[in-house]
């Protein structure tokens, strides 16, 4: 393992949502862990079923408390007992949360189901909300604490593939303003998305078209398209005291993408 900066020495947390090696959560554990700090692991109790969590939590001496975020109770289990196991109050989470059954059964836009709209809200933004308020009511962060949730560009922009879960992802954009003045007011705790290029995760490949759309990306940005690697690293600077003064934020990191309108490599291959 490469040698950390000491960047989150001391510093204590709750990392949701690694499913596999390939996710940005999980890339986020292993530099999190490598910068020197401690947390919990948690996902839904369906998604711990593959087991795979299980390494990553021996890898990085993390325990791991299943929770279903969707679940006040069991947010309120989570956050009370990662707290006490990790010995004191919480420097960061990062929320790594996103599901649409719309997305996975097929249903086009045009043609949504409302209660399966209504689960990707509750899972992808909703959660969000549920977590930080939760957090909030049991004061369960540190003064200067980060709370960081990863979001797509589809946010602000229509990408037809990405279907309703561009509509979580403004929420959650917009739940990150909003609760992210209220806990800077009352805790100093910062509140940002990562608005991250499109990356072959478990999650990403469900959208489709995706792979098409990556290869896309990479040709119209500027620097290509950031890595799950690269992200965790960018999620570890969000949750150091680098960057204390950063709040209510969604910041792209996506080399150029969001900002180019045309590349010179897509104009080659459309004859322009």
């Known amino acids: 393992m490469t040698m950390g900066n000491n960047l989150l020495k001391g510093k204590r947390g709750i990392i949701f949502g690694a499913l596999d090696e ?8 292993e530099k999190a862990h490598e910068e020197g700090a401690k947390f919990v692991l948690t996902n839904a109790p369906i998604a711990l079923r593959m087991g795979a969590l ?14 279903d975020a969707t679940d006040n109770a069991e947010l309120e289990k989570l956050i009370a007992e990662a707290v006490e196991i990790l010995g004191g ?3 960061f989470i990062l929320h ?18 409302y209660d399966w709209f209504h ?18 009511k049991l004061d369960a962060m540190a003064e200067w604490g980060s709370v960081i949730s990863l979001s797509f560009v589809a946010a ?4 037809p593939g990405y279907n309703d879960m561009a509509d979580a992802k403004s929420l959650m954009e917009s739940i990150t303003r909003n609760f992210g003045y209220q806990y800077g007011n009352a805790k100093k705790v910062r509140v940002n998305t990562i608005s991250q290029s499109p990356t072959l995760t478990t999650a990403g490949k469900g959208v489709g078209g995706f792979d098409q759309f990556i290869n896309f990306a990479e040709d119209i940005s500027p620097l290509g398209n950031a890595s799950a690697e690269q992200c965790a690293d960018y ?8 960057t ?12 150029g993408f969001s900002f180019t309108g045309i590349s010179e490599k897509v104009m080659k291959k459309y004859g322009m």
């Open 235 to 242: 999620t570890v600077m969000m949750f150091s005291d680098y």
């Open 96 to 113: 790594s949360i996103g599901m649409s059954p719309n997305v996975r059964k097929g249903k086009p836009y045009t043609d949504l189901n």
């Open 54 to 67: 299980n390494k990553l939590a021996e890898e990085t001496g993390s325990t791991i408390i299943p929770a």
């Open 89 to 91: 109050p919480l420097d």
């Open 22 to 29: 390939h996710s940005i959560a999980w890339k986020t554990a």
């Open 156 to 159: 602000q922009r229509a990408f």
């Open 119 to 136: 689960k990707t809200l509750d899972v992808s933004a909703m959660s969000l909300h549920r977590v930080l308020q939760t957090a909030y």
């Open 244 to 255: 204390r003064m950063v709040t209510m934020q969604n910041l792209f990191h996506d080399g």
